[in-house]
């Protein structure tokens, strides 16, 4: 969903709100939106993070005190605000406001992970390579630069492992921190 279109169904959903009052909800929900776009976000995720408009509309009408229409299997009803309990997801918002940093630190630091565990991946090949043709050098009588080429290979062999296996290992740990932040963001508890 895009962002207009989340204000718009906000919008709807505040209309028992005093002109002023809703103005001032839009205009705080869209400033948000626009610092969220500005740290980088996806549009989507990030009204994603916001929640259901019409969840969100009915939290604040309920913290106002405002009576809330409600259907359920058909039937309409209206029930007094005041007397819903809080959901889980009470200040999802502050927490989706707060991971936008820690979303934009753990995809960099994926991407560069991605970027080292290509790197080791690319080191152990021309290890791989080398290692061949150093021991050719070595074989046909030019002893000294077969084995600089064998060194130079061996070394590239086990930066590149090396590099490989650490870039993995981090990659995964990122990967857990990433559904950390994002059990946190939706209220999940851990048992």
Do not use: H
């Not at 005190?65 to 007094?80: L, M, R, T």
């Not at 080791?120 to 074989?139: H, M, Q, R, Y």
């Amino acid at each position: 969903m895009k962002a207009n279109e989340w204000i718009e169904i906000l919008e709807k959903g505040l209309g028992p709100l005093p002109k002023d009052e809703r103005d001032g909800v839009i205009s705080y929900y869209k400033e948000m939106i626009a610092d969220g776009l500005e740290c980088g976000a996806d549009e989507e995720e990030f009204v994603f993070t916001l929640g259901n408009p019409v969840d969100v509309a009915n939290k604040i009408l309920a913290d106002n005190g405002e009576k809330i229409f409600s259907k359920n299997d058909g039937d309409c009803a209206y029930e007094n605000a005041d007397t819903q309990s809080p959901t889980q997801n009470d200040g999802a918002w502050i927490r989706g406001l707060i991971a936008i940093p820690l979303y934009a630190l753990t995809y960099t630091l994926l991407i560069i992970l991605g970027s080292l565990i290509f790197a080791g991946g690319a080191t152990v090949l021309a290890g791989v390579i080398a290692l061949p043709f150093s021991i050719v050098e070595w074989a046909s009588g030019t002893v000294i630069n077969g084995a600089g080429l064998f060194g130079i290979s061996l070394s590239a062999l086990g930066v590149g492992l090396a590099l490989l296996i650490g870039s993995i290992m981090a990659f995964k740990s990122a990967t857990k921190l990433n559904g950390k932040i994002n059990s946190w963001i939706k209220g999940e508890r851990k048992a």
